[in-house]
Each structure stands twice: as C-alpha cells, then as structure tokens.
C-alpha cells in the first residue's frame, strides 16, 4: 500500500492560493524526495509570459537542479490539479516514481482523462498515479478563481 502525507499536498495547495492572489490560475505542485521536499513551485505562466510555466514543470525543473540529476527516480509529484500532456510527458521523461493529484481535469487532463498519457504504448515511464487526494478544496479554488475572471 502507498503511503500518502497530507502535508506536500496541503503546501502544494497554498502555492495554488497564493497563484490566485497573483492572478495565475490556482495550481501548485510539490516534487518530494521521501520526506524532504526537493521544489515547491505554482503556476507562472503569466508572470513569466511563457506557457510552459505550469507548476509542475518548474518544480520539475527546480528538483532536477537541486538533485543534480537528470531524473527524479524515487520522487513524488503532489500537483492540486490532474496534469496536462505537457506535464505528464515531463513526468514521464523525468521518471518521477509518483503522482498524487487533486482534482481531476476533464478538459486538459492527460492522466486519468484525455489521452491518458501513461496508458499508451509507447509512454516508456509508468508511475504509479493515486487521484483525487483534496480534489474539493482545489475544485473549490478554481471554480472560484475562474468565476472572478468571468465576472
């Protein structure tokens, strides 16, 4: 059985408050190397006008500086919401062991919706993906950050 801490996701849930406070949309995301947290990163992709600033992929790239490695074997991902495709196949290169997701991403989730990235073929990194971990706590940031916007 998987053991799960709340804490790594309780702080990848504040980086998404705190996203929200500066206008990005509310996503935070944690890479844990057993009980140290290697990179805790939030979405920055209108901060830094680059569309590639997801909160996975900074703290990706943030842990794989801070390891001195170019992969994150053994690590976790704790990510407020399901990752894109974009994400997932940075994860998959990355090789982190695993992934705990918030809330799940009809739209532009690429794990347990869209194309299920890890499920193909020709993914040649499978990690283990535990969902739905603080998923109404998320669900309610977003409904209400993109609520805000449309208003």
Excluded: W
């Excluded at 600033?53 to 842990?63: D, G, N, S, T, Y």
């Excluded at 001195?68 to 974009?86: F, I, K, Q």
């Excluded at 794990?111 to 739905?132: A, S």
């Amino acid at each position: 059985m998987t053991e799960f801490s709340d804490k790594p996701m309780d702080l990848a849930l504040r980086l998404a408050e705190e996203a929200a406070a500066c206008g990005e949309a509310p996503i935070g995301a944690v890479v844990m190397e057993n009980d140290r947290v290697l990179a805790a990163e939030r979405n920055r992709m209108q901060a830094l006008g680059d569309p590639t600033a997801h909160a996975e992929m900074l703290a990706i790239r943030a842990a794989l500086a801070a390891r001195g490695t170019g992969r994150l074997d053994g690590c976790d991902l704790y990510v407020t919401l399901e990752p894109c495709a974009m994400c997932a196949g940075a994860i998959a290169h990355a090789r982190l062991r695993r992934v705990y997701f918030a809330a799940e991403d009809v739209k532009a989730g690429a794990v347990e919706n869209g194309i299920r990235l890890f499920d193909q073929p020709t993914c040649h990194h499978r990690p283990e993906v535990i969902g739905g971990l603080s998923a109404a706590r998320s669900e309610k940031l977003l409904v209400e950050f993109f609520r805000q916007l449309r208003d």
